[in-house]
């Protein structure tokens, strides 16, 4: 990333976070916080920003209008969004009374949680292939509001012998009754769905994810999966209801959005950050997919 887009769009490491606590903490593998009217003043409208850990934020009263990926998403008490690392965030405008609970993790406490070794559905709803706002209801929301509090109570410096092991525990059974909600509330009608189609088509997201940026072509990730291009397409289809083609384009178009809109980027700078041949290829191509040209939607934006 370049230092003109760090500038522009926020971005926050679970160092920054933990830097930003008052608090001494003696397990630096998460950070929890409270945010409300009385410090709203970290709600800030408008401007991008990224995590580059992952986090849980729980939705304790009011409502916020958010972008994710620049689309647009409403959130309000006992909603839980799941944030993904690199995902980009804008707060469009919150209510008076809006306030959250929020969680970030460190990688390595979910390998040390064996969570990469066991159920493939436990943790589901972190996959970027599921919605990222979950709708709880009462009593799972009154679980992880529990299980927060006494995290929070681990990871300030306290005298409990056994802080860090409580912390995997408790980190483990909120994962444990989140996995449980959602596969109950939210997989209930996916569950007739070949694991196999499944575990191919997050293997095709991680992919895009990865190789966007270079390559555009639905042959070049059918290799790599080695499949034909025919049955990656069919996979993708059932799965995702768009197309192989449709899923690259919609990540080639959010960077290209989000590089637009930074206002020391030129159209120019654009079309060499992506890859594309020069800039006329490039117009024509986010036209194509956007119904506007990239200079009205630098201007407008």
Do not use: W
């Not at 160092?15 to 630096?28: A, G, P, W």
């Not at 270079?214 to 996979?235: C, G, P, W």
């Not at 197309?243 to 206002?263: D, G, M, T, W, Y």
């Amino acid at each position: 990333m370049s230092d003109s887009k760090k500038r522009y769009i926020q971005v926050y490491s679970l160092t920054d976070i933990i830097n930003r606590n008052s608090d001494v903490l003696v397990d630096q593998r998460l950070a929890i916080f409270d945010i409300g009217p009385q410090n709203k003043k970290y709600f800030v409208i408008e401007k991008p920003y990224q995590f580059t850990t992952m986090g849980l934020i729980l939705i304790i009263d009011g409502t916020c209008e958010i972008t994710i990926n620049l689309e647009p998403v409403t959130v309000q008490k006992n909603d839980i969004l799941i944030v993904l690392p690199n995902q980009f965030f804008e707060i469009i405008k919150f209510s008076d009374d809006f306030s959250v609970k929020a969680i970030f993790i460190d990688a390595d406490l979910f390998i040390e949680a064996g969570f990469h070794i066991k159920s493939n559905n436990l943790i589901d709803f972190l996959s970027s292939k599921y919605p990222k706002v979950i709708s709880l209801d009462n009593q799972v929301t009154r679980d992880i509001k529990y299980h927060l509090k006494k995290l929070n109570f681990l990871v300030v410096k306290n005298e409990h012998l056994f802080s860090k092991n409580l912390v995997l525990h408790h980190f483990s059974i909120l994962i444990y009754e989140l996995g449980n909600f959602y596969n109950r509330a939210v997989l209930a009608h996916n569950a007739s769905k070949e694991i196999r189609k499944e575990e191919l088509a997050k293997k095709f997201l991680y992919l895009v994810s990865t190789h966007f940026k270079r390559h555009r072509n639905v042959q070049y990730y059918a290799d790599e999966m080695f499949i034909s291009r025919k049955h990656l397409t069919k996979i993708i289809t059932d799965v995702f209801k768009k197309s192989p083609k449709q899923i690259i384009a919609e990540s080639v178009i959010l960077e290209a959005k989000v590089l637009l809109k930074n206002p020391q980027f030129a159209i120019s700078d654009v079309v060499t950050a992506l890859n594309f041949q020069d800039t006329s290829v490039f117009s024509k191509y986010f036209k194509n997919y956007t119904d506007v040209s990239p200079s009205a939607f630098k201007t407008d934006n």
